[in-house]
Nanobody, 129 residues
Framework: QVQLVESGGGLVQPGGSLRLSCAASAFSSDNYAVGWFRQAPGKEREGVSCMSTSDGSTVYADSVKGRFTISRDNAKTTVYLQMNSLKPEDTAVYYC??????????????????????WGQGTQVTVSS
C-alpha cells in the first residue's frame, strides 16, 4: 500500500505563489507516474500536471503551463508542484495521485484520473484578495 502525504495548501493573493508537496517513500523506486489533480466546487476533477519518475517526462494542463512546475527532490521521495502567478480560477482542492508503472505516457494518463489508484488526502488552495 502506497501512502501519499500532501501539504502546502493555503490562502494566497492573486499573483502569489504556493508550493504543494506529495511525499511517499515508494517514489524512490522510479516506477511511478505521479499526478496533480484539482477539483473546484461544482466542477469535474481535472489534471493539472503529471510526471513519470522513471524517465522524468512531464506534462501540464494548458491553463497552468508556464506558471506551474512539477519536480522531485534529490532523495526522490517527494514530488512538488510549484505554483506561481496564481489566479482566482486556480482555487480548488488539489490532490496528489500515483499509479505504478514505468511506461505510462504522462500526456495520456493526465486525462484519466481513474487510472491512478493511490490518492492523497487533498489540500485546499484559495486564491483571493
Amino acid at each position: 500500500q502506497v501512502q501519499l502525504v500532501e501539504s502546502g495548501g493555503g490562502l494566497v493573493q492573486p499573483g502569489g505563489s504556493l508550493r504543494l508537496s506529495c511525499a511517499a517513500s515508494a517514489f524512490s523506486s522510479d516506477n511511478y507516474a505521479v499526478g496533480w489533480f484539482r477539483q473546484a466546487p461544482g466542477k469535474e476533477r481535472e489534471g493539472v500536471s503529471c510526471m513519470s519518475t522513471s524517465d522524468g517526462s512531464t506534462v501540464y494542463a494548458d491553463s497552468v503551463k508556464g506558471r506551474f512546475t512539477i519536480s522531485r527532490d534529490n532523495a526522490k521521495t517527494t514530488v512538488y508542484l510549484q505554483m506561481n502567478s496564481l489566479k482566482p480560477e486556480d482555487t480548488a482542492v488539489y490532490y496528489c495521485a500515483a499509479v505504478y508503472g514505468s511506461s505510462w505516457r504522462v500526456d495520456y494518463i493526465i486525462r484519466l484520473p481513474r487510472l491512478f489508484n493511490y490518492w492523497g488526502q487533498g489540500t485546499q488552495v484559495t486564491v483571493s484578495s
